[in-house]
């Protein structure tokens, strides 16, 4: 049976792009439907009616929600390219740590970093950066968090290096001071064409984020 | 080599249950830890430095935290008895899909119900209610989440069946009225030994959710 795979997406969402990254790591064709916020379209309200959000994968009519899940889909049906999961059950659940840390902290950090001004904005900054060193813990020498090549963890948080610039703009620091690792980990998952190729440009992303700013921050 | 388990645990909380049940729908023996909350040991300082939380299980001198992921860990480690998750990658989404709504949902509204008054208590109980009757369109006529048996979202969600009691009386509402599926469900879950040995007695939970108030 061909395979028919839809992905139901917003293009600066960093959830969207994990999906985005996994489908271009284990090579499937996709269709790709841009959703667009202030006008959900009847197939996502359909396919998501718990959540009505972004991204959904639509596999052979089938829908599976929310990024992280979206990731283990894939990794188990297409299971013979690029093993976004180790093996051993230790490993797996290690992983599933810290994909499940990237989920709970980082996005909801750095949206109170854009959000605020003042001293909010200055407790957020150290937040996001109390983040990103622990996750620095976690990666220690290793070229990637799942080892030798890109996995759960890794395709989880580098959508997030494209909110860099804005943060340090914002916020007045520098993450190549504070956590030169994470720095050095992200542009070697650059080196890899399915983030490469899948990463919008990040002067398009500050300039969404901006604009989310101006519309929902703190004035 | 003989398997050590060790789960570092506080009675009353839902997410150490859930792992107690799963590992007695596994038949697997452990040592149980009770941690004091207020002090805690330096072993689950050391086991989970991240979060400083139970539940945390070690096997084997090997830690894994975060009650979800403890659950597959189990399921995976001792896979040939009551599986908790299904084995078509669909269906295992759709499972971890509610495992992660109840993780989202249920915990954060029971306490704002518990903690909140008037108006604000109001609305907590409609979204209370509102996840209740979602999880009910999810279970639709299957005896269990997992369908014939225990699953992964039957062993996440029914250490809460414990807490209606409890907000039936401080909301004044029937989970028999708004949700009576659910409530049947937890009565069916409660013909499982798993469950009916590892939750607590009712009275107890709520001495313990009255002091939260």
Request: net charge negative; with cysteine; hydrophobic share 40%.
């Amino acid at each position: 049976m061909a395979e028919e795979v839809i992905l139901l997406d917003f293009w600066p969402s960093p959830f969207g792009m994990r999906v985005r990254i996994a489908l271009a790591e284990k090579g499937i064709k996709y269709e790709y439907k841009e959703e667009n916020f202030d006008n959900k379209s009847q197939l996502l309200l359909k396919a998501n009616p718990v959540h009505k959000q972004i991204p959904v994968l639509i596999h052979n009519g089938k829908a599976v929600c929310e990024s992280t899940i979206i990731l283990e889909y894939i990794d188990e049906v297409w299971k013979h390219k690029s093993p976004l999961l180790p093996s051993d059950a230790y490993e797996r659940a290690h992983a599933r740590f810290w994909a499940d840390y990237v989920d709970k902290k980082i996005y909801s950090n750095g949206r109170k970093l854009l959000m605020s001004k003042g001293e909010e904005q200055e407790t957020a900054k150290k937040d996001w950066i109390e983040c990103f060193k622990v996750l620095e813990g976690e990666l220690k020498d290793k070229p990637y968090f799942a080892g030798q090549s890109l996995g759960l963890v890794d395709v989880g948080l580098i959508p997030f290096y494209l909110w860099f610039h804005t943060v340090e703009t914002l916020a007045n620091f520098s993450m190549e001071a504070e956590c030169p690792k994470i720095v050095g980990w992200a542009k070697r998952c650059m080196d890899n064409d399915s983030v490469s190729n899948t990463l919008p440009d990040y002067h398009k992303v500050h300039e969404f984020l901006l604009g989310l700013k101006k519309k929902f921050g703190v004035k | 080599m003989a398997e050590e388990v060790i789960l570092l645990d506080y009675w009353a909380s839902p997410f150490g249950t859930r792992v107690r049940i799963a590992l007695a729908e596994k038949g697997i023996k452990y040592e149980y830890k009770e941690e004091n909350l207020d002090e805690k040991s330096k072993l689950l300082l050391e086991a989970n430095p991240v979060y400083k939380q139970i539940p945390v299980l070690i096997h084997n001198g090997k830690v894994v935290c975060e009650s979800t992921i403890i659950l597959e860990y189990i399921d995976e480690v001792w896979k040939d008895k009551s599986p908790l998750l299904p084995c078509h990658p669909y269906e295992r989404a759709q499972a971890r899909f509610w495992a992660d709504y109840i993780d989202k949902k249920i915990y954060s509204n029971s306490v704002k119900l518990l903690r909140s008054k008037g108006e604000e208590q109001e609305t907590a109980k409609k979204d209370w209610i509102e996840c209740f009757k979602a999880l009910e369109g999810e279970l639709g006529e299957k005896p269990y989440f997992g369908g014939q048996s225990l699953g992964i979202v039957d062993v996440g969600l029914v250490p809460f069946y414990l807490w209606f009691n409890t907000f039936e009386t401080l909301a004044n509402f029937s989970m028999g009225t708004e949700c009576p599926k659910i409530v049947d469900w937890g009565k069916r879950c409660m013909d499982n030994d798993s469950v009916s040995k590892t939750l607590q007695d009712e009275h107890k939970i709520h001495e313990i959710l009255v002091e939260y108030m």
